[in-house]
């Protein structure tokens, strides 16, 4: 059994609506999708890293160049065809976790295909439907930002999450909670904190959010420690959190009670096993977060979410929230109040509709 061909795509589709963060403004989603063949069997991954270097170091580019010239070779020339076999061989490379585990993902989809099964169950996930949670971007006022909160609830959403900066934080919980007082809040900051604003910070202890998802850069992992011993609210990390090694640090230094899980931030499934395993057995819930993936990178996700420590809402919607046009057939939608059935089907479970990712597509590229 043997690899017979890697297929690369970088596409572009539009928002429904533009998405800020403490980064900026943004109306699109550029992403990379990766196909591996075996036996006429298709895995498909997709590769999170973003058009800029803002919320990672890694790039859409990059992620293209690192896989065309590293990646790929290295599974056609290792004779790699399955994902631990990926996982053990990849790791002579450092970095590019987001283009690893694009790749990576194309070899569990493959393996759960060719097994004939759901992706859920190769992964030994423990549910069939999963908390699904909504990520609101920063908005031009703040009714703008209390209205959108409530198209979000009505279309079904049990969990919200506001994205904060320096100048958008008190007053946009405020805002929020004084229409929805009981609704399931947390909020993320994406890094643009430093330890000067502890007392700003502070006063989130005021909302009975679930959580605060990374206050400070993804390197300070120390300061998020002192914040954490002065505030009620559990921190949640994401962009720190990069491996089981940072994991172990972060959770034993005490900087954050609760983790944040992206495949792609922390280079693959095989990894991302090991930090749920790893917390699992501290105590520490984890939750899925998402990088506005198309259908693809979701439905991976959904499958991910089952894991038995997935013990928080998650930041995975519908199709409809993101695209108009998702690359997936059926789209992901809300199964009940708040929820999302996890795919049946083999694999991801779910069929890219070839027609759509053609029209989306800026470059391809075939590998044998
Ligand atoms: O920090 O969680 C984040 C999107 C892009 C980059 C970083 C983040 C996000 C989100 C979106 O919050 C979550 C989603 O995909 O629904
Ligand atoms: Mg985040």
Redo the contacts with the bound molecule.
């Keep these: 059994m043997t690899i017979e061909r890697v297929e690369m795509a970088l596409l572009k589709l539009p928002y429904v609506h533009f998405f800020e963060t403490s980064f900026g403004r943004e109306y699109d989603r550029t992403f990379i999708i990766v196909r591996v063949y075996e036996d006429g069997v298709c895995g498909f991954g997709e590769v999170v890293a973003e058009e800029a270097p803002l919320y990672s170091g890694e790039t859409t580019e990059g992620a293209w160049h690192v896989l065309r010239a590293f990646l790929i070779p290295m599974v056609f020339k290792e004779k790699i065809t399955g994902p631990e076999d990926f996982y053990k061989n990849v790791g002579r490379f450092r970095g590019n976790l987001m283009a690893k585990a694009g790749l990576e993902l194309a070899f569990w989809d493959l393996k759960a295909k060719k097994a004939g099964m759901p992706l859920k169950r190769l992964y030994g996930g423990v549910r069939d439907e999963i908390e699904a949670g909504v990520s609101c971007g920063i908005e031009d006022s703040l009714p703008d930002l209390v209205a959108r909160v409530g198209v979000y609830l009505e279309e079904g959403y049990r969990r919200v999450k506001i994205k904060i900066k320096p100048g958008w934080d008190v007053a946009a919980c405020a805002a929020v909670r004084e229409k929805y007082p009981d609704i399931l809040l947390q909020v993320?900051a994406?890094g643009a904190y430093s330890l000067a604003d502890m007392e700003t910070l502070k006063k989130l202890d005021a909302f009975n959010l679930l959580l605060v998802?990374?206050p400070f850069p993804p390197y300070d992992l120390w300061d998020h420690a002192k914040l954490q011993k002065e505030m009620r609210t559990p921190l949640c990390l994401?962009e720190s959190i990069l491996s089981l090694d940072t994991a172990r640090a972060a959770v034993e230094m005490g900087s954050c009670r609760i983790i944040?899980i992206k495949v792609g931030r922390v280079g693959g499934a095989v990894e991302m096993r090991k930090i749920h395993d790893y917390c699992e057995e501290h105590g520490v819930p984890v939750w899925c977060?998402g990088m506005l993936e198309s259908g693809i990178g979701r439905a991976h996700n959904l499958h991910i979410a089952t894991l038995p420590n997935f013990k928080l809402p998650h930041d995975l919607s519908a199709s409809r929230r993101y695209y108009k046009e998702d690359l997936i057939d059926p789209f992901i939608e809300l199964s009940g109040p708040g929820t999302i059935r996890v795919p049946e089907g083999p694999g991801i479970g779910v069929h890219p509709v070839e027609e759509r990712i053609r029209r989306a597509t800026l470059k391809r590229e075939v590998f044998k």
């Design positions: 993320d994406n998802e990374q994401d944040n977060g």
